[in-house]
């Protein structure tokens, strides 16, 4: 609004002026400083960036390269936005509530930033598609919350030679660092160099053990922030991993990464996987449990299991004891009357603390934790136990069913309980 | 700044677990510094703290030279790792130890930097040595 009146406005830009009008000055406090210049915007401009999962660590790195003017941002996310994800995933609206999160995104994009190309995609990245659907980006960001995903994508950037930025927060803490391709000519360590294997139990999801929408948040801004250097050309020449916990002190703690490993099945000499990531096995990293296609819920075997209305009816009775898994935390958060908390990690330490009647229910919010609580009191109470042994056998063939009490647990927890039994149920 | 010893004031304290009611005693060890004593300053991190009394940080001292040792051999990383399993473990040791490292998917820090760049089990400890004991997390 300065210039002479002569001067184009719109638009367009030629070769000695590169950027239009309107992006000198959007950009200007980030070009003016060292290290950036108008080179460096346009080489973020040239650029083109594949980021896989627009939730809790997706929305904060799509929200700053679309604001740093990345210029073609494409997104892959076969999910919808829920009212739950909301606490975090800051580029979702109520009023989006139920869109594909890769189109919700990309209208937040859009609006902080018509000068970006996004490309929304609602599909998630597979094993036979990985490789062709990320092959045109220049850097692959994992904001996935899976291991399976996270393994996969790093076997497509190790297989397409592309540094991968990947990160994970759950509860109060979170990582982030910048995995293979090169700096500084040096290769660096590949996911699978520095986590070969899945520590079991590790696996936790931020649905079930909880998050901070601020841990999210930072770690998904040092993401954007390593996927803008890597663009700059200012990448650190010593690869770094990021460990962050929120009440840590120091808050971010930065540690120099190995160099690759020779045994790494994905980029050292003896690699076992090939372009054919369909071939690739993923099972270890998958879940242990069998879930419903349809349902999303645990299946179990015949009889292990009972489900919310039935369940109604059993609640109160002076032979069942109903026992919710949750942590304490939850349970005062909201419960049904009548039962008994003993939490998860107490059951699994010591199965035989929970006191038993004639029939033992196991109940928590998503109907998983119940099962691995009720398969461990099976196990403990299994004929061998003294026990249960000695009064089964003495009291002949009738009788076993009476002295080891039935264990099953509710299938779809207290999801299920609200949605079939008692609207009113708060579900958080 | 505040020392590190000094834990926010947050109902959830901040760092992903419950404080068990009152502040357990780590479990059988005595802290006793002295001139025959490293210092080791360890933290858990990534839900591995679960299995150390559900504390992510400790101060401990170890001997400076492995027990009846002869030659008096210094404590090195094989020695504090068979220490941790002995006198710190509080919960199921097959999740944390294998023969006698850790188990992958265990990254393990000795003064911020990755211990396979410090010699691994090899290595040497000295006074006021930090290590650091993590798991990969998956959420997002
Ligand atoms: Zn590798």
Redesign the interface.
């Known amino acids: 609004m300065s210039g002479p009146s002569t001067v184009k406005t719109d638009a367009e830009s030629t070769p000695e002026r590169p950027l239009s009008l309107d992006e000198y000055e959007r950009y200007g406090r980030q070009m003016i400083m060292p290290g950036w210049g108008l080179p460096g915007q346009l080489r973020l401009k040239q650029a083109r960036v594949a980021v896989v ?1 627009a ?4 929305c904060p790195v799509l929200q700053y390269l679309a604001g740093t003017g990345v210029g073609t941002i494409e997104i892959f996310d076969h999910d919808l936005v829920s009212k739950s994800n909301l606490h975090r995933q800051i580029l979702h609206t109520t009023e989006r509530i139920g869109m594909s999160k890769a189109v919700s995104a990309s209208l937040a994009m859009q609006s902080l930033n018509p000068n970006v190309r996004v490309i929304p995609r609602e599909e998630a990245i597979q094993p036979s598609t990985a490789l062709a659907r990320l092959r045109d980006s220049d850097i692959i960001i994992d ?5 399976m995903t ?1 393994y996969l994508l790093n076997d497509a950037a190790v297989r397409l030679g592309k540094p991968l930025v990947s ?9 982030w660092a910048v995995y293979g391709g090169s700096a500084k000519g040096q290769k660096r360590a590949c996911y699978r160099c ?13 649905e079930d ?1 909880g ?1 901070w929408g601020v841990v ?1 948040g930072m770690v998904g801004t040092g993401m954007a922030s390593e996927v803008i250097k890597l663009l700059l050309g200012n990448e650190d020449p010593n690869p770094l ?1 990021h ?1 962050f ?5 120091p808050l971010v ?6 160099p690759p490993s020779p045994k790494c099945k994905a980029c050292g000499p003896d690699a076992t996987i090939t372009d054919d990531l369909a071939e690739a096995d993923y099972d270890e990293f998958c879940e242990a449990v069998l879930v419903d296609e349809l349902t999303g819920e645990v299946v179990g075997a015949p009889g292990e299991r009972v489900g919310a209305k039935d369940f109604a009816s059993l609640i109160g009775k002076g032979d069942v004891i109903v026992v919710d898994t949750r ?3 939850e349970y005062g958060i909201a419960s049904i009357p009548h039962t008994l908390n003993i939490p998860l ?1 107490r059951i699994l ?1 010591n199965p035989l603390e929970v006191p038993t009647r004639q029939e033992v229910i196991f109940l928590c919010r998503q109907g998983n934790d119940s099962q691995l609580a009720a398969s461990a009191l099976r196990a403990a109470l299994t004929p061998d136990t003294p026990v249960s042994t000695g009064e089964a056998l003495a009291d002949g063939a009738g009788a076993p069913a009476a002295a080891v009490p039935r264990v099953r647990d509710v299938r779809g927890g207290l999801r299920a309980w609200a949605r079939d039994v008692d609207p009113s149920f708060p579900l958080y | 700044m505040s020392a590190r010893t000094e834990e926010p004031e947050l109902p959830s304290n901040g760092l992903g677990y419950q404080p068990r009611i009152p502040s357990p005693k780590p479990l059988g060890y005595t802290s006793t510094p002295g001139p025959d004593t490293l210092e080791i300053r360890l933290e858990f991190g990534g839900g591995l703290h679960l299995l150390f009394s559900q504390q992510p940080r400790h101060t401990i001292h170890v001997p400076r030279h492995v027990p009846s040792s002869s030659p008096p051999k210094p404590s090195d990383m094989r020695y504090l790792i068979r220490w941790l399993k002995g006198n710190l473990l509080s919960e199921r040791e097959e999740m944390f130890g294998e023969g006698d490292g850790v188990r992958p998917g265990i990254l393990v820090l000795i003064n911020d930097a990755d211990w396979e760049l410090e010699g691994e089990l090899e290595y040497e400890l000295r006074d006021r040595d930090e290590v650091v004991f993590i798991s990969t997390l998956h959420g997002g």
Request: charged share 15%; aromatic share 2%; with cysteine.
């Open positions: 999962g939730g809790g660590l997706g904001c996935t919350d899976r291991p996270r990160g994970a927060a759950i509860s109060s803490a979170g990582q520095l986590w070969p294997a899945l520590l079991p139990g590790a696996a936790g999801r931020c053990v998050v999210t991993l460990i916990h929120l009440g840590g002190v703690r930065t540690i120099k990464m190995k942590p304490e935390i990690d330490s």
